[in-house]
């Protein structure tokens, strides 16, 4: 199966924001609950935000009213718009389909 492409990462000042995509194949994309995670160095890896394939959500409690996961099966793409970013959401962030399928990882820096 083809794996999944995330883009958007990139240095932003504290406060501001970032949309991530990740783009994956049609096929695998409508049926299957999707997330992004992130691992920040010397961290375990963490689940931020989920998303059904009916579109159903949930996120950690540490990015709740500042980041926002949807999806868009028509262009088989998942977004994480986040908002006032803060230092300690600095981290890889990754896109997961399916609990099996993993991308390569953006790397997003928040500078104080």
């Known amino acids: 199966q083809v794996q999944p492409v995330e883009s958007g990462g990139g240095l932003v000042q504290a406060g501001g924001s970032l949309r991530l995509s990740c783009a994956a194949s049609?096929?695998?994309?409508?049926?299957?609950?999707m997330g992004w995670y992130r691992q920040a160095p010397g961290k375990q890896r963490e689940l931020v935000a989920h998303i059904t394939a009916g579109g159903s959500t949930n996120y950690v409690d540490a990015v709740k009213g500042r980041f926002t996961i949807s999806r868009d099966n028509a262009k088989n793409t998942m977004y994480l718009q986040m908002n006032s970013l803060k230092p300690e959401d600095t981290a890889v962030y990754y896109c997961?389909?399916?609990?099996?399928?993993w991308g390569q990882g953006t790397q997003v820096t928040v500078s104080s």
């Open positions: 049609g096929r695998i994309f409508s049926i299957n609950g």
């Open positions: 997961n389909i399916g609990g099996i399928l």
